[in-house]
């Protein structure tokens, strides 16, 4: 099946956790709120650093997600994956394995994020078994 709409994000710089702040890491709570065919709220965390060149850099976050997909209720968790290789880049967003609740146990796929002009869109791959 597929998913889509826009959706806003709310990123909130957080400190480094004690003890390991010379790995200079930057850490973020995730706020979102989708719109379309998934009516939801997340929350989450991110953690990311700048490489070494110009428009170099990684991240991994992990966010849970609560509503409505297509109509049925419950939560999911979604984990990223995300490199820029000198302003290239890659994005893996994936469904994590037996997260789903209610009426959305069973969930598996994977989501796409567009970003045009500041405004922010997602696709959603999935099935549920």
């Not at 976050?61 to 979604?78: N, P, Q």
């Not at 990223?80 to 967003?93: E, F, K, V, Y």
């Amino acid at each position: 099946m597929h998913a889509s709409g826009p959706f806003e994000v709310k990123l909130t710089p957080q400190p480094a956790a004690p003890g390991i702040e010379p790995a200079n890491l930057g850490r973020q709570t995730i706020d979102k709120q989708f719109c379309g065919d998934l009516e939801a709220t997340s929350l989450g965390e991110m953690l990311s650093v700048m490489g070494g060149e110009q428009g170099s850099a990684g991240y991994v976050a992990i966010e849970r997600v609560t509503g409505a997909l297509h109509g049925k209720r419950g939560s999911f968790v979604l984990q990223h994956t995300g490199t820029m290789n000198r302003g290239a880049p890659q994005l893996s967003i994936t469904v994590v394995p037996d997260s789903g609740t209610d009426e959305l146990t069973g969930l598996s796929g994977s989501m796409q994020i567009q970003i045009e002009q500041g405004r922010h869109t997602y696709t959603f791959d999935y099935s549920l078994s």
